[in-house]
């Protein structure tokens, strides 16, 4: 059983940078393809960002140019560099595989306001 857990989020006014980390306890996912995925009340679930084990780096085009999803097998964690962070970023923020989908993680806020 693979368990996630996300950190790094907060408060930060628009235009600001977060680094979220997620660390999985199982080094399995190395060989899978990660994402990062967020959620606002009412809503499903997106996916933001996902890397595949090979290192390739796909993105929503809400955040391109914005969010960097980088990689570290070594440690088994996943991060999501956040740059140019706008209002319509706040949520809660998770990182998962690609289904099949691991027991999802708490998550870890980000609230973007001035």
């Known amino acids: 059983q693979v368990q996630l857990v996300e950190s790094g989020g907060g408060l930060v006014q628009p235009g600001g940078s977060l680094r979220l980390s997620c660390t999985a306890s199982n080094s399995i996912i190395r060989f899978r393809t990660m994402g990062w995925y967020r959620q606002t009340p009412g809503n499903q679930r997106e996916l933001v960002a996902r890397?595949?084990?090979?290192?390739?780096?796909i993105y929503a085009d809400s955040v391109k140019g914005r969010f960097t999803i980088s990689r570290d097998n070594a440690k088994n964690t996943v991060y999501l560099q956040m740059n140019s962070l706008k209002p319509e970023d706040t949520a809660v923020y998770y990182c998962?595989?690609?289904?099949?989908?691991?027991?999802w993680g708490q998550g870890t806020q980000v609230t973007v306001s001035s």
């Open positions: 890397r595949t084990s090979g290192g390739t780096a």
């Open positions: 998962n595989a690609e289904q099949p989908y691991y027991p």
